[in-house]
């Protein structure tokens, strides 16, 4: 009974820590940190507890096992504080303050363009070219900026949503603050088109807005090795690690859009325009325009 009592009072001396190590870590990978979340959950079950419970009985023998515990809860606790702080440090930096002050500009009424797009075939830069030509708003960043405005939550994790590359991406997807987030991007999607003609790149845009009759979705593709060389261009990326990220990036909007609407991202139905942008980025701007124009008549 003495040694049980000891072996309770040392080896679950700050058990209450080990508590807040673990729901530290599930709040890591609830707002799609998995990485940190790594760090917090293995930092005190195996980086710390599994080398003190081998050295400290060397020299104190069996209480030496015993208090490998909660020194490992400390130190544990420690690296999550740090962890904390830097994560929540982050979501109040100026610099994010100061992007949450765009506005939704004002716009004539007209057709609402929504551009999905293959990673390298440069829709970006096209939807923007586009907008550019008709003299009307285009929406990319802006749009996590006035989500992140509306909804409480750090742009930089609402711009993340659909890049985040954890194997169980549909499920993180699934969460409660990333549910929250994309209530709050699609609000802002419907408050942009309310204003007007406009194009909106990205973010399920043609999914959110499917009952707008004045709705236009195009979705914008290349040959793979098109798409590798503007990535190598964009980036100094060797081809490999091109070739690997736009696939990844496919695979995670692909997975996104699925999860939004039930639907295949990419599949030529949902679309009323597809465009073969590597015939480059003026033209395919070119053929989007005539495409309005006839929609217009």
């Not at 409660?176 to 790149?201: E, F, L, N, R």
């Not at 091109?242 to 991202?265: F, L, M, P």
């Amino acid at each position: 009974m003495e040694f049980a009592t000891l072996t309770f009072r040392l080896f679950l001396m700050l058990v209450t820590l080990t508590c807040l190590i673990k729901l530290t870590s599930i709040f890591f990978q609830a707002v799609g940190e998995p990485f940190k979340a790594a760090v917090v959950s293995l930092a005190r079950d195996i980086v710390f507890f599994v080398p003190l419970v081998i050295i400290l009985p060397k020299f104190f023998g069996i209480k030496g096992a015993l208090i490998a515990a909660p020194i490992a809860d400390l130190l544990g606790i420690i690296i999550t504080i740090i962890l904390v702080i830097k994560f929540f440090s982050h979501l109040t930096k100026e610099t994010t303050n100061n992007e949450n002050d765009i506005e939704i500009l004002p716009s004539t009424k007209g057709v609402i363009i929504t551009i999905a797009r293959t990673h390298g075939s440069q829709g970006k830069a096209i939807g923007k070219l586009v907008a550019k030509k008709l003299n009307i708003p285009c929406y990319y960043k802006e749009m996590t900026a006035l989500a992140a405005k509306e909804s409480g939550l750090d742009q930089e994790f609402i711009s993340n949503i659909n890049r985040n590359q954890d194997p169980l991406h549909e499920l993180y997807l699934t969460t409660s603050p990333v549910k929250y987030a994309i209530a709050a991007q699609d609000k802002v999607i419907k408050m942009i088109a309310s204003k007007g003609s406009c194009v909106i790149i990205g973010r399920a845009a043609d999914y959110v807005l499917r009952d707008n009759k004045d709705l236009v979705k195009i979705f914008i593709y290349a040959p793979l090795d098109y798409r590798i060389k503007n990535i190598m261009d964009m980036y100094q990326d060797p081809k490999t690690k091109a070739k690997k990220n736009i696939e990844k990036s496919d695979k995670n909007r692909a997975s996104y859009y699925h999860t939004i609407s039930g639907q295949d991202w990419g599949n030529a139905e949902n679309y009323d325009l597809c465009i073969d942008s590597s015939i480059g980025k003026e033209q395919t701007a070119n053929l989007i325009c005539e495409y309005i124009k006839t929609i217009k008549k």
